[in-house]
């Protein structure tokens, strides 16, 4: 019964940013240019999802709390979901499948074009999240193609920054989250052991 619940409860909190923008357009709330701010919530949600993927095995190792692993996919796979929204809304509502405007956009626009290599680098994670295909891929290579996900991130965090262009706070941040979340990926042993042999070569 408590997974029943506490799963049902992380489903609703992934979904709750979905489930607002929704009500604000049905209330008008969505501010005098709906398409740029449902777009550039979703692509900020969509960043949001992708530091908490990463902080997820944190949390689970040094917070000892084992149980959150079970949903690091979860939140993975809704993490792509607000990306790819993010996307659609740029291709479908904003530029009406406009792809020559599109197109050029991607090459003109250096954000658009990272924002669009950060989505092609996304898919394969998400597509290779099934437990069908997961089977098929030995345990090392999937660990190394997962490992993209801090790529991903730090392409999603230049992607905000080259978009914003007067107020850089919010995007900075971000970049802080997610080079302390790399940070703290990395084994002590292997830092201590970097110290040491720089150490020895001078």
Not at 53 to 64: I, N, S
Not at 92 to 117: N, Q
Not at 135 to 142: D, E, G, T, V, Y
Not at 155 to 171: N, Q
């Amino acid at each position: 019964m408590r997974a029943r619940v506490e799963s049902a409860l992380v489903w609703l909190l992934c979904a709750a940013p979905l489930l607002l923008i929704l009500a604000w357009g049905f209330t008008g709330d969505l501010t005098a240019n709906p398409v740029e701010f449902v777009l550039r919530d979703l692509g900020l949600w969509g960043l949001r999802f992708l530091c908490l993927t990463l902080a997820v095995t944190l949390l689970a190792k040094y917070g000892r709390m084992p149980r959150l692993m079970r949903y690091r996919r979860r939140i993975g796979l809704w993490a792509f979901a607000y990306v790819t929204l993010h996307l659609l809304t740029y291709v479908v509502i904003a530029h009406e499948f406009d792809w020559a405007e599109i197109a050029t956009d991607i090459a003109k626009r250096p954000y658009i074009t990272i924002g669009m290599g950060a989505f092609a680098l996304l898919v394969p994670l998400a597509v290779t999240s099934a437990n069908a295909v997961r089977r098929k891929m030995s345990p090392r290579a999937w660990r190394k193609l997962h490992r993209l996900v801090y790529l991903i991130a730090i392409m999603g965090v230049i992607h905000y920054f080259l978009l914003v262009k007067a107020d850089t706070s919010s995007p900075l941040l971000y970049g802080g989250i997610v080079l302390v979340l790399l940070a703290a990926r990395m084994p002590l042993g292997s830092l201590f052991k970097g110290a040491g042999n720089r150490a020895v070569q001078r």
